[in-house]
């Protein structure tokens, strides 16, 4: 149960993407040739009117196939086209897949959010013999800030120190209506093997009005969208193994995992953990899909930008190749993701 539930989640994060494309593309036009969840060979399929909507057999990626969508196509008239419509046009159909990804994780996050609140940034309890507790900084202490850095949520806090773990740091925080300020330094950890700076928090939430569930599920979204780009910079940097990226093995273990501990709570909040973790990672989708890399969204946006500041295409026999050149690094990084997650469940 939980596999099929962790498939879903895919298939949503794919539907939810390929919508954007699919709604962009018939508001300017452009005939859909077909919609497609899944890869491989079709396993149920419907032909519409104009377009064909297919499930494929392998539960990953999908496809919105658009008429001349990379070159002309006899087949079908210009009218709808792509390539034959404005560059303006084009590039709103491509930029609305990633887009539709932030829009789904804000609606998911107003809903978590309208259900249980957010995790205060409060301190539970303080561990004796670490930097807080000789600072002064009690149970039942809200953190504001961390060297000018605004704390909203306690995952705010996780994230900072995980970026700067040795850094000293100004830490800002009320208690009874009253800010203070101290300033520490993270205390190596033998036993976790991390700098720590001894804040316990048990995951309190405090439930919102409807204009705090608004602020906070945006709130929500800019946070998964800067901590995707962070694990970038740190994979890239080199602080992170590129033994630690997860594939879509990886991701369906993980959530059904998370499945698994959540059903003793009830149905309840297996759809809340699975809804979080729909947030994260359709807000991951999105930024991974604008990054300009060829055969990726970003990549077609790239070309498509400079075809709008210079008034004229790019060749497009050339263009074909780069993303195919995208397309096969691609495939060989997803073939090492996937391998690796293998080795993990060995």
């Not at 780009?229 to 080199?238: A, C, D, H, I, P």
Request: aromatic fraction near 12%; hydrophobic fraction near 45%.
């Amino acid at each position: 149960m939980s596999i099929v539930l962790s498939f879903l989640v895919f298939s949503l994060l794919i539907i939810s993407h390929e919508l954007g494309h699919f709604l962009l593309a018939k508001f300017n036009g452009v005939e859909v040739i077909e919609f497609s969840v899944g890869m491989g060979p079709r396993i149920l399929s419907h032909q519409g009117k104009e377009t064909r909507y297919s499930l494929k057999l392998v539960p990953f990626g999908g496809s919105c196939m658009m008429a001349g969508e990379f070159d002309e196509d006899p087949d079908h008239p210009q009218e709808g086209s792509f390539i034959h419509k404005s560059v303006w046009a084009r590039i709103s159909i491509v930029a609305a897949g990633p887009l539709f990804n932030f829009l789904f994780a804000l609606l998911l996050s107003f809903v978590v959010i309208a259900s249980i609140g957010i995790d205060k940034p409060v301190v539970s309890e303080v561990t004796k013999g670490y930097p807080v507790a000789e600072a002064g900084i009690q149970k039942g202490d809200k953190i504001t800030k961390i060297n000018e850095k605004h704390i909203v949520t306690y995952k705010d806090i996780s994230l900072y120190l995980t970026l700067h773990p040795q850094e000293t740091m100004e830490v800002v925080y009320e208690r009874d209506g009253v800010e203070r300020a101290v300033v520490i330094t993270p205390k190596y950890d033998e036993q976790t093997k991390s700098y720590r700076i001894g804040i316990i928090n048990y995951g309190e939430r405090e439930k919102q009005s409807p204009i705090g569930v608004i602020r906070y599920g945006f709130h929500e979204v800019k946070f998964w969208i800067s901590y995707t780009f962070t694990s970038l910079k740190m994979l890239v940097g080199g602080q992170v193994s590129m033994n630690e990226v997860s594939g879509p093995v990886g991701l369906v273990s993980t959530m059904s995992a998370v499945v698994e501990d959540s059903k003793t709570s009830g149905i309840f909040y297996v759809f809340l953990n699975l809804s979080n973790f729909f947030i994260l990672l359709s807000a991951n989708l999105g930024v991974m899909n604008l990054l300009p890399f060829p055969a990726l969204d970003g990549g077609r946006l790239f070309f498509l930008i400079i075809e709008a500041l210079r008034g004229k295409p790019i060749d497009r026999e050339k263009e074909a190749y780069i993303h195919m050149a995208g397309m096969v690094l691609l495939m060989a990084f997803m073939v090492f993701v996937l391998y690796n997650d293998v080795i993990k469940l060995w």
